[in-house]
């Protein structure tokens, strides 16, 4: 069966797993998932990343980031632009996520970005999900 949304896939299954306070997740591999989970590290949000080869399909192991409390770093994760309705939107007018205490995701023409990057670059595009 076809999976519509993969990148809603990715968004539930790790909110899934840090209400449950599992150590890492494994989701199924493709380009724009991993720009996503890079993103996700560069930005303190999750511990690390490994890319598994597999014949049939990469997967992709999220290690998840608590803080001392056993609370997750992530907050919250959620998905704004979906397959039914996508959002666009120019640089100027990304909003921003808890007045700069949580991120944008976008997907631009230079590559998935966060919105204060496609903020400084001058360059909109749709806006994935939100994450704080």
């Known amino acids: 069966m076809t999976m519509t949304d993969p990148i809603a896939d990715l ?3 790790i909110k899934n797993a840090i209400m449950v306070s599992y150590d890492k997740v494994e989701v199924p591999s493709s380009k724009i998932k991993i720009n996503i989970v890079k993103i996700l590290k560069f930005e303190g949000y999750i511990r690390n990343y490994k890319i598994i080869k597999h014949s049939k399909q990469d997967i992709i192991v999220i290690y998840l980031k608590y803080n001392e409390d056993k609370s997750s770093v992530i907050k919250d ?26 991120i944008n995701i976008v997907s631009t023409s230079k590559g998935v970005l966060t919105d204060r990057e496609a903020r400084k670059m001058g360059i909109g595009g749709e806006i994935i999900c939100s994450v704080w």
């Not at 994760?77 to 949580?102: A, H, Q, T």
């Open 11 to 13: 968004i539930v299954r």
């Open 77 to 102: 994760l959620k998905r704004i632009s979906k397959p039914s309705c996508r959002v666009y939107s120019r640089y100027k007018k990304i909003p921003r996520v808890l007045n700069g205490l949580g």
